[in-house]
């Protein structure tokens, strides 16, 4: 384990006290049947009705002293989330039961009951006082491991002193030095860290702290530098969890090849792709001051839950579709460009960086969709261009002949006149002959004749028309195969620029599609240069993890570990080119990453050519602007 990947896993076990087989409730003649009923509900995770039945045993049956029952009353409690009634049960059980061979496991309990209240100092004290009296190894194991969270997670240092005062057992003496360097070195004091660490007997450490104990040693051997804590919530279960463990997976392996240089731990919680859990542990963060901000692929809902979230915890996004939720708090900080952003800096940059003036669009029309098309239509119109075309197609644009029949007909229009008895400008013609490796019917039906309208000598489809400067085609997730293949139908030679749903290498790499869509551009954040699969949608969360974890480890080794001082360099906008993400926050509250790169398609790749903040071009080969 290293230290910049502690992994907080608040879980809690279930120590098993009886095995018994099902006995159906008619059949329940003894305390033994009743018992083993009752054990049967808990292990099958009915917990209201095992209580029922410990309950009925303790008033019906053994007038409130049995040990077993009434401890299982408390686990069953405990399972409901019914905190304050299985504590309440299990004070009771220990100032009944004195040296009950269970006490053990009632401890244990109200150390979990602690970690669930969040007084994780409560909790390692409980733990460590049954430590010295356990002597089943794997009893012994579970009680470390909570332990080990309740460090990563963080003790407070005066709580940590007042526990060691009162330790004399030496194995524990050595743990709670190993905590405190922990939190010497999240507090900044690396004299104090170094005092923690070299008074640790490490031949008498237990082997599930040797991994921290290494990790602090080498920090403290290495340069001894200081490392700030965030937060980091992530789907790891529940239908999101693909997403989750592939943004982990990078930020893994982001932290295995920069290791020496990391100034960020990052405590990993599952939100269970829930939203609601989402909210609930980012209310836990914020109260929690040694954490400097939080992070992680939000869903929307989510990400809206967090902008009402009071104090001055930074939040940071990695990814969403709401264009104006940075405005709603300044402490929410959008790690990738919103689609608002890449629409509006497409239309800058084919305008005034490209200079091109007849422009058309063609994009999904329903009300969810045309979002970015909107963006894109209005920043041309606030840059003075009215687009020569617009049209719009509804549901799978399984066949949209109409909408490419009204961009040739403008595109015929835009031709100069010419001589009539001249021949039509030695305009090129081109033979589709080539184009149908595969029955594009498979896509789209071809339009019939009668549909179309008649054609003039000069209205001929196999002329190339060049007059339309560029064609801006924002489609929906899957549409690639279908707006693919119709693309070449109609023999427009111009600039085509898509979205980030054009990532689809599978499709895009076809024969029937990929040599008609050379040079192909798209302004994105992200380069589809890192890739663990063949999935776009993977790679990008993957990128996403190793990227912004390496972003944040830039920002944390400028501040000193406080959360102002985290946010006001965040502000600073510093420019950050990573693997395959571009990131520099600014916008109207600097929290809004404004940073493109310029993707565009030859061959079989898609290759960035430069970055763009909307107003200057940087080009990577010559960095000439």
């Not at 990078?250 to 609601?276: E, K, P, W």
């Not at 708090?329 to 239309?347: G, H, K, N, V, Y």
């Not at 008895?421 to 009668?450: H, R």
């Amino acid at each position: 384990m290293i230290l910049h990947m502690l992994i907080v896993l608040a879980s809690v076990g279930i120590f098993g006290i009886v095995q018994a087989q099902l006995v159906e409730p008619d059949t329940i003649i003894t305390y033994y049947d009743r018992f083993d009923v009752a054990i049967s509900f808990f292990e099958r995770g009915r917990y209201r009705l095992a209580q029922s039945h410990f309950q009925h045993i303790l008033t019906n049956e053994k007038e409130f002293y049995d040990p077993a029952a009434q401890l299982m009353l408390a686990k069953s409690q405990f399972r409901q989330g019914r905190l304050s009634d299985a504590d309440r049960t299990c004070r009771s059980f220990l100032n009944t039961f004195p040296n009950s061979p269970y006490e053990l496991h009632a401890q244990a309990l109200l150390g979990d009951i602690s970690i669930l209240k969040r007084d994780y100092s409560s909790a390692m004290n409980r733990f460590l006082s049954i430590r010295p009296s356990i002597t089943d190894s794997l009893f012994l194991l579970e009680i470390d491991n909570r332990i080990v969270s309740c460090i990563s997670i963080g003790v407070r240092s005066d709580q940590i002193e007042q526990i060691l005062f009162n330790e004399t057992n030496d194995i524990n003496r050595a743990i709670l030095n190993l905590t405190r360097g922990y939190r010497s070195i999240l507090d900044g004091d690396n004299y104090e860290a170094r005092l923690s660490i070299d008074v640790i007997e490490r031949s008498i450490l237990p082997i599930q702290y040797q991994d921290m104990f290494n990790a602090l040693n080498l920090y403290k051997e290495d340069k001894g530098s200081f490392q700030a804590t965030v937060a980091l919530i992530l789907p790891l279960t529940g239908r999101h969890k693909t997403i989750g463990q592939t943004f982990l997976m990078g930020l893994a392996d982001m932290v295995n090849d920069h290791q020496h240089d990391m100034t960020v731990n990052f405590q990993i919680y599952n939100n269970r792709s829930n939203d609601v859990k989402s909210l609930q542990l980012l209310k836990m963060v914020n109260l929690d001051r040694s954490i400097i901000a939080a992070m992680g692929p939000l869903s929307n809902r989510s990400a809206i839950a967090a902008a009402g979230i009071l104090g001055s915890l930074p939040i940071l996004i990695s990814r969403t579709d709401l264009p104006d939720l940075p405005q709603t708090s300044e402490d929410l900080f959008l790690l990738s460009p919103s689609l608002e952003i890449q629409a509006r800096f497409t239309a800058r940059y084919l305008v005034n960086n490209l200079l091109l003036k007849n422009i058309a669009v063609i994009a999904p029309g329903g009300d969810e969709d045309r979002a970015q098309a909107d963006y894109f239509l209005d920043e041309l119109y606030q840059l003075g261009i009215d687009p020569v075309a617009v049209e719009w197609y509804h549901g799978k644009p399984e066949n949209i002949s109409r909408q490419f029949r009204v961009l040739r007909k403008t595109a015929w229009k835009l031709l100069p006149e010419i001589n009539p008895n001249q021949d039509a400008l030695d305009l090129e013609i081109d033979s589709l002959d080539a184009l149908f490796d595969v029955d594009v019917t498979d896509f789209f039906e071809l339009p019939k004749e009668s549909d179309v309208e008649t054609m003039n000598q000069r209205d001929s489809s196999k002329i190339v028309l060049e007059t339309i400067h560029a064609l801006y085609l924002p489609i929906k997730n899957n549409e690639l195969a279908y707006v693919g293949t119709q693309l070449p139908m109609y023999n427009l030679n111009t600039l085509l620029v898509g979205n980030e749903n054009w990532y689809d290498f599978d499709v895009l790499n076809q024969d029937v599609i990929g040599p008609h869509v050379q040079g192909l551009s798209i302004l994105s954040s992200m380069s589809p240069s890192v890739g663990i699969s063949k999935n776009a949608n993977l790679n990008t969360f993957y990128s996403m993890g190793y990227d912004q974890g390496k972003f944040v480890n830039m920002i944390t080794s400028q501040s000193s570990g406080k959360r102002r001082m985290f946010k006001d360099y965040l502000r600073r906008g510093m420019r950050f080119i990573g693997k395959s993400t571009v990131i520099q926050l600014s916008g109207k509250e600097r929290n809004e990453n404004q940073l493109l790169q310029i993707l565009e398609y030859h061959g079989k790749q898609m290759k960035a050519i430069g970055i763009f903040d909307g107003n200057t071009l940087v080009n990577y080969k010559t960095g000439l602007q």
